[in-house]
T-cell receptor
Framework: AQTVTQSQPEMSVQEAETVTLSCTYD???????LFWYKQPPSRQMILVIRQEAYKQQNATENRFSVNFQKAAKSFSLKISDSQLGDAAMYFCALIPRGGADGLTFGKGTHLIIQP | DTAVSQTPKYLVTQMGNDKSIKCEQN?????MYWYKQDSKKFLKIMFSYNNKELIINETVPNRFSPKSPDKAHLNLHINSLELGDSAVYFCASSQDWTQQYNEQFFGPGTRLTVL
């Protein structure tokens, strides 16, 4: 079984600043995938970034990057140059490789962007 | 073009009724899922199907019965609705749960309100 923990229920950042959302996880699997999903008020689940656990290089997608620390089981999301459209719930999720278990989600972090 | 669609988007009904939520994906994916998002935004896997066959059935009351007439559709039927069933239900699909990389694409969600 997997667990995903997001310890920040809410974060606030000024527009154009940088913010980091925390995520820790626990799994007995040796190979797995980690994701950050964004859920705006429209409630659509949007994939932000993904990381394969066997890759040491941190994933980057434009303004979004992760800090993946496999030994510490940590997977934080950094958003640079925050924009008003980044305001949303952010969910960290994990799935074992080849796992039919479905995604295991954290409880989410509500990100507020201050203009 | 909608990749994963759900109908209806909103469903309001009385306790004790039976209702269905439909899900269709046009991505040619083999695996489909149902997730439940509760009032605190926590997302949890309910079921997964691969090529019309049930792979996962998490601890879900047997009032919930998924049905997959073909691999593009996974409908969720709920009998004897209870107040606690009020939630947002998300359908998702992925290419194949055995694939190396398993991105899941989510539908827009169905907000179910039981009165």
């Amino acid at each position: 079984a997997q667990t995903v923990t997001q310890s920040q229920p809410e974060m606030s950042v000024q527009e154009a600043e940088t913010v980091t959302l925390s995520c820790t996880y626990d799994t007995s699997e040796s190979d797995y995938y980690l994701f950050w999903y964004k859920q705006p008020p429209s409630r659509q689940m949007i994939l932000v970034i993904r990381q394969e656990a066997y890759k040491q290089q941190n994933a980057t997608e434009n303004r979004f990057s992760v800090n993946f620390q496999k030994a510490a089981k940590s997977f934080s999301l950094k958003i640079s140059d925050s924009q008003l459209g980044d305001a949303a719930m952010y969910f960290c999720a994990l799935i074992p490789r080849g796992g039919a278990d479905g995604l295991t989600f954290g409880k989410g972090t509500h990100l507020i962007i201050q203009p | 073009d909608t990749a994963v669609s759900q109908t209806p988007k909103y469903l309001v009904t009385q306790m004790g009724n039976d209702k269905s939520i439909k899900c269709e994906q046009n991505l040619g994916h083999d695996t489909m899922y149902w997730y439940k998002q509760d009032s605190k935004k926590f997302l949890k896997i309910m079921f997964s199907y691969n090529n019309k066959e049930l792979i996962i059935n998490e601890t879900v009351p047997n009032r919930f019965s998924p049905k997959s007439p073909d691999k593009a559709h996974l409908n969720l039927h709920i009998n004897s609705l209870e107040l606690g069933d009020s939630a947002v239900y998300f359908c998702a699909s992925s290419q194949d749960w055995t694939q190396q990389y398993n991105e899941q694409f989510f539908g827009p969600g169905t907000r179910l309100t039981v009165l």
